[in-house]
Every structure is written in C-alpha cells, then in structure tokens.
C-alpha cells in the first residue's frame, strides 16, 4: 500500500505553483520521508501531548505539525480544503482518513519522527501520528504509527465510488466509513489491512448476514490469530445496517476488473 511520491522536497515546491495545472481529481500521493525533511517550511515544534493514545499517558515530543504540511500541499496541488479528504498510509495496510478541513480546528495534529530524538520502538517509524488536546477529544482520533505516507483525494470523487446515493443507506455507509473503512476497502478505496468486501465479489455473496455479525463481534471464535480486533463499540442494530450498506454495495461495483 506504499505510495510513490512525484514531489520534490524543500523549496522547489514553490516553484511548481506556477505550472500546476488546475484542479486534480487524481489522488495526490505524498511519501512523507520525501517530504517532511529538509523542508524549510515545515519545521520541528515542541508539543505536549496531554494524553497520548497508544501510551496511555501525557508525552513530549518534537513533531512536525500537520497543518504545515497540508499547507503546502493544497497550495501546490491547489486543492480545495473543503472537498479533500487525507488517507494516512501505514505500513501495515492501516488507512484512516479524516476531512482535510477537520484538522484545521482546534485539536491539532503532529507527525512524530520515530527514528528521530524521541526515538520510539520500531513499529513506530518511520512516522506516528499524535493530536494535541483534551483527552476525551483526541480519543475519536486515529493515531496511525508506521505512518509513511499521505494520500489527498476529492471527497467527491471518493463518495462517488462508495458511497449510496439514497438516503436509506447512508446510515450503514457512515458507520461502516468511521468503524470499517480503515482496514478494508469497498471498491478498492480503503484500508488493505483487512480483505476488500465488494469486488470482484462483495462479501454478502459468500458471507451469511449471521457470520459476518458473528465474526465482527468475535473474530477468534472463527479463526484462530485473527488480525481483525473485535467490534465492540456498535449495537447489532448497527451492524445489521453496516451489513445492509455491504449488500446495497453488491450491486454498485465499480473497479470490478
Ligand atoms: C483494525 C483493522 C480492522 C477493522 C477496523 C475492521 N476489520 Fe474486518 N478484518 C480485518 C482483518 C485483518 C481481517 C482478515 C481476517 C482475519 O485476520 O481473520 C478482517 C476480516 C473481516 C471479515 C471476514 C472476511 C474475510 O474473508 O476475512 C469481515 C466480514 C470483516 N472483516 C468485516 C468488518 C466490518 C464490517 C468492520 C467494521 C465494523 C471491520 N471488519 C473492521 C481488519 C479489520
């Protein structure tokens, strides 16, 4: 799930602004170890972090602030703030997104150097994503580590492909997006740690709606070492819409090939 970077680093990002053409709608890949170093323009801040997520305890680091880097970014692909969301790429195949326009409020983000002076274990590089605020806030954060690229692509273009057009679904469509979609992808968009659920064949084609609750709610009980943690945090109301999402899904496959 690696992403190549066409970027160069530094101050020849300025530079570029002048021949971009207008707005893309292909995702722009970024490959931080690429980006982020030597950059004059994105520099180390001291941050404390009131409650980090994976420690479980309040941390210092010296991180490189998110916003910095999307600052560069949408200005030299000229991207819409609005309508761009930002995939985290792990090494693991773990892909949180979030809007770009949500990291611009008042829980900031900053990317950790893992290998760099606060030197965390090697899970961790080459990037950990942490936030700065309350507790119970950064909590709904993702905090993605082995975090090695950005990848910004138009909502609109990624709704598009996974998202109903009806509103029936859009309960299942919007739980599945902030519970599922991390770690697996519907028509290719998505998370790769976890099998892609619609194509070439959706999940409910091979799948009963009982096993895939069943399994949602205790991987282990059917399969042993199972990578999927357990879904705890959904009612079964809930799932049964997300299942109802997935068979919605059948019959709207795109990138089938
Ligand atoms: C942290 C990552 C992660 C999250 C979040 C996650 N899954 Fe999974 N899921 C996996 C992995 C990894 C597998 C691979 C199977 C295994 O290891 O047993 C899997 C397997 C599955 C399978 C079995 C299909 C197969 O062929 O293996 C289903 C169904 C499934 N997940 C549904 C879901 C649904 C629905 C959600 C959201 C409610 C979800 N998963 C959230 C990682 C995840």
């Known amino acids: 799930m690696l992403v190549k970077c066409n970027q160069q680093p530094d101050n020849s990002l300025a530079s570029q ?32 972090v009131e409650w980090d997520d994976y ?11 998110l916003v ?3 600052d560069t970014v949408l200005r030299n ?21 979030l809007p770009v326009s949500e990291l611009y409020g008042n829980i900031q983000g900053y990317l950790v150097d893992a290998s760099g002076p606060d030197s965390l274990p090697h899970k961790f590089q080459p990037y950990y994503l942490v936030w700065k605020g309350p507790m119970i806030e950064v909590k709904k954060y993702p905090w993605p580590y082995g ?7 138009s909502a609109n273009e990624m709704f598009k492909v996974i998202k109903p057009a009806g509103a029936d679904k859009s309960t299942g469509f919007q739980l599945f997006y902030s519970n ?14 976890g ?14 709606e009982r096993d895939i609750v069943g399994f949602c709610r205790n991987p282990a009980s059917y399969r042993y070492n199972s990578a999927m943690p357990p879904i705890t945090n959904l ?15 059948k019959g709207h496959k795109t990138h089938a090939k």
């Open 17 to 48: 602004n002048d021949s971009m053409p207008e707005i893309k709608t292909e995702p722009v890949n970024l490959e931080l170890s690429k980006l982020v170093p030597g950059n004059d323009n994105i520099q180390k801040e001291e941050v404390i």
């Open 55 to 65: 420690f479980g305890q309040r941390k210092k680091y010296s991180a490189y602030p």
């Open 68 to 70: 910095k880097i999307l």
């Open 77 to 97: 692909h000229h991207l819409d703030k609005e309508n761009t969301i930002v995939i985290f790429d792990c090494i693991d195949g773990y892909k949180p997104s």
């Open 147 to 153: 975090l090695s690229g950005l990848q910004l692509v």
């Open 180 to 193: 599922c979609l991390k770690c697996h992808s519907i028509n290719k968009i998505g998370g790769k740690m």
């Open 195 to 208: 099998p892609e659920l619609n194509v070439p064949k959706n999940i409910t084609e091979y799948w009963t």
């Open 235 to 249: 009612s079964d109301k809930e799932l049964a819409e997300i299942v109802s999402y997935l068979k919605y899904m």
